[in-house]
């Protein structure tokens, strides 16, 4: 670790030197940047992003000579390059690899196949094993499954894994946390300037904290295991600056399925996407999570918002790890821009049976529904229960149709049964819900996103039709293949919820 | 990884047609094709990518130098845009683990069970069996879209497909194609093969030449060149492959 922090220093060295790119773009001021910034002028040193460094080699502090996105320093970093250009590829160091008991055996078995039955992992301290998709389920398979992770974590002393033994009682496990993505920043693994691969698709949620965040398939991860090295090919970058004040009836979901409308679920194929703006500055951490989550709908290899005093004060008695973001620098060259004014957008849905099949909530008023499905790594945090509950609330009235809520998190189900909703008079989220008369929060997983085993709650084994905070409407994705899923906001999904359509929250929040 | 491949490689369509002409009729194609089929072991170890017929034989020997010769012949099972790793393979179907060798069979056996059956109504396995008849299946842009699942490539190749023929690809389903050496993911140099073709159509995959031939509609598509990927999908995936180039050590550790 000494060596490669000192070598990430060296690296990162010449990457402090010049003007931001978000300073050179947002019109509001966006020096928010910390940690580093040794270097740089006029910047709010915090204790927990300061840390101590290893002495920078002469030669390594001269001025920037390869001018780059955030996401291409990040891998120039991890892969001890002075400066790299997109396409190239590198053996990067991973930061972190996480995994998961529907990859995680698979990736178990080609570790021991190919490294040895005795093979040891790279670094027991880097590799976090979350069991979350398929746990409340009588599935045998799937509770073997959970049992080899538990296996291997004793036999590697794998720091990291957040256990689960009884299913009866999620509360009955400690260590339990649920969905990943979310885990993963709730227990500060996601941090600025770093590298972290997943064996899942929505591991791009973490670009949310400035890391380099992206999915990877269990062979890839097998030799992540064993070496703590992978071969990437650096992405070009699009970058989108959102700006303009968020209007009242809008959320971060709202954006990414316009962003994604926009450019196709293929538009940002082997690309990075960075956000920027005066909008995303506005956003909280999780809202910020929501955006980089899906990403991957776009086909983008990663996402990444510029690390600021939100996210400093997010990881604050997270992490002991010292971490040090990275910025796109001004004279960074980008794939293309995009801007929008989010003061004009409205609340939109994709339709069936794609992400990128955008409509607006208000044109979607007539689509009959069957039920409202609340939960995931994209729409499961605290903040997105807080907003459904402001819907209700403002509403009061009870929903008319099956209205289901999976908290990603334990962490959440603890917010949404303890955290007063604001203007409530003390409520909590949970009361809302009920007397709303939703179903009850139920235990903390993936749950029904993927549908998974039959008898996982709220699967949808009947062809409905359903609105979803989660993030895939093709065919099949929540049980059955004949199901219709529109995408939505937490508010479009509790309005929607309200009058058994497709429903603008502004009905209720205007 | 899609490095242009040595410019022998790009010959013409007449060169191609010279060099499969010794083909036998689709009928008896189809023959070698189950027979080579059987040869296939449900076990995540290298599969042999060799050729399928004296055809492919010759091409191999006189593509000498090209870094990828290998030829598949046999039925399509044609796709659309955008299908993504659900349909491939529906997610109750992820607890079975790819490394273990009667799961891997059994995903074969799952391969594309998540394509909606009114667009679909002829299965990609028929009922009952663990295996495909469609050697080569043929889509349209940005396949393998969504999940990272690498049960997707494992679950096509463990059906007996050999060769994905598509417009374009989504990223990580690309690389773990290449990474598992379960299935070439080979791009159309052209976009919309896919509406000219349809499944049962008899095609080759001519990897040497580049070419993507349906001898039913009589048309003939050049191939994005696989370049560097195609060695190493060749030797079983990138262990197999860093083994076999003497990249890595040549056995696991005891």
Known sequence: MASSVSAAAKASAAFTHKKELAAATAPAPTQHRAGTGRRTKACRVRAVASPARAPRAPASTGSVKTAMTMTEKILARASERAGLEPGENVWVDVDVLMTHDVCGPGTIGIFKKEFGEDAKVWNREKVVIIPDHYIFTSDERANRNVDILRDFCMEQNIKYFYDIKDLSNFKANPDYKGVCHVALAQEGHCRPGEVLLGTDSHTCNAGAFGQFATGIG?????????????????????????????????????????????????????????????TVESLNMEERMTLCNMVIEAGGKNGVVPADETTFKYLEGKTSVDYEPVYSDAQARFFSDYQFDVSKLEPVVAKPHSPDNRALARECKDVKIDRVYIGS?????????????????????????????????????????????????GKTCSQIFEEAGCDTPASPSCGACLGGPRDTYARMNEPMVCVSTTNRNFPGRMGHKEGQIYLASPYTAAASALTGYVTDPRDFLM | MAAAAPS??????????????????????????????SHRHPTLKCRRAGPLTPAAAAAAAAGGSSPSSAVFHGEAFVVGDNIDTDQIIPAEHLTLVPSKPDE????????????????????????????????????????????????????????????VVAESYARIFFRNSVATGEVYPLELADAGAWKECKTGDVVTVDLGNSVFINHTSGKEYKLKPIGDAGPVIEAGGIFAYARKTGMIASKAAA
Request: contains cysteine; proline residues 8%.
């Open chain 1, 218 to 278: 269990n062979t890839d991860a097998g030799f992540v295991l064993g070496t703590g090295k992978a071969l990437l090919k650096v992405p070009p970058t699009i970058r989108f600056v959102l700006d303009g004040e968020m209007p009242p009836y809008l959320l971060a979901k709202d954006l990414i399925l316009q962003i994604i409308g926009e450019i196709s679920v293929s538009g940002a194929t082997y690309k990075s996407m960075e956000f920027v703006g005066s």
């Open chain 1, 377 to 425: 790594c994209t729409g499961g945090k605290t903040e997105d229960f807080l907003a459904a509950a402001k819907v209700f609330l403002a509403s009061g009235k009870k929903v008319k149709v099956p209205t289901f809520l999976v908290p990603a998190t334990q962490k959440v189900w603890m917010d949404v049964y303890s955290l007063p909703v604001p203007g409530s008079g």
């Open chain 2, 8 to 37: 022998v490689v790009a010959t013409t369509a007449g060169a191609s047609t010279a060099v499969l002409s010794p083909r036998p009729a689709p009928t008896s194609a189809f023959l070698r094709r189950t027979h080579v089929t």
């Open chain 2, 104 to 163: 891997y069979r059994k995903l074969g056996s799952f391969a594309f069970a998540g394509l909606p059956s009114a667009a679909y109504p002829t299965p990609f396995v028929a009922p009952g069996e663990e295996s495909t008849r469609y050697a080569v299946i043929v889509g349209g842009a940005n396949f393998g879209c969504g999940s990272s699942r690498e049960h997707a490539p494992v679950a096509l190749g463990a059906a007996g497909a050999r060769a």
